[in-house]
């Protein structure tokens, strides 16, 4: 029964995460674009914890090699992954992974502040972990370059780390049984 369970809420939060990628993408001149799905991948793991967090986040990825339009602006297949984006997307995992461990183990009562830091260092600092050293690579620039142009994504990461703290403190009242480790 649990692992049904786990493997529906995996599935559920693929499926959020796809469902964040049809929100428009604004595409920055540098080819990368900002989207929602970072706020599902802070989402899964702030909700479901770390292991149930990266398990969504590993089959939306691996629907996404199978080639299904889930990226934001329908993208989808194994070329995605050789692009710019293509460390951002496996960064999904790891973010997924940082959140959900931070959110369970951050030693904070006030469940807003713990999901909030979690968000922020796991679903940005995760994801970005990934993301900036493949982009810089693809593109063939500089790290440090990478960075200063990752800049520009932040305040918008912040917006979303602060919506799914949000959401989840929420969540996590309406459906504390979803804690479980």
Known sequence: MTQTRDLVLMGLFAA?????GLLPKVTL??????????????????????????G???????LVALGLPLLAGGRGGL??????????????IVGAYLTGLLAERLPLRMVFPRL???????????????GIPHWALVADTPVSQVLLMA???????????CLAALVAAAIHRGYPVLQRA
Not at 16 to 20: E, I, K, M
Not at 116 to 130: D, H, K
Request: proline fraction near 4%; charge should be positive; hydrophobic fraction near 60%.
């Open 16 to 20: 959020v995460v796809a469902g964040l």
């Open 29 to 54: 001149g540098f080819g990368v674009p900002i989207t929602a799905q970072t706020m599902g991948v802070m989402l899964a793991g702030a909700i479901l914890g770390a292991r149930r967090g990266a």
């Open 56 to 62: 969504a986040m590993a089959i939306f990825l691996v």
């Open 79 to 92: 070329g995605v992954f050789a692009g710019p984006t293509g460390g951002f997307a496996v960064g999904f």
């Open 116 to 130: 909030l830091i979690a968000s922020i260092v796991g679903g940005i600092g995760g994801v970005y972990l990934l």
């Open 151 to 161: 800049l520009s994504f932040v305040p918008g990461d912040l917006i979303k780390a």
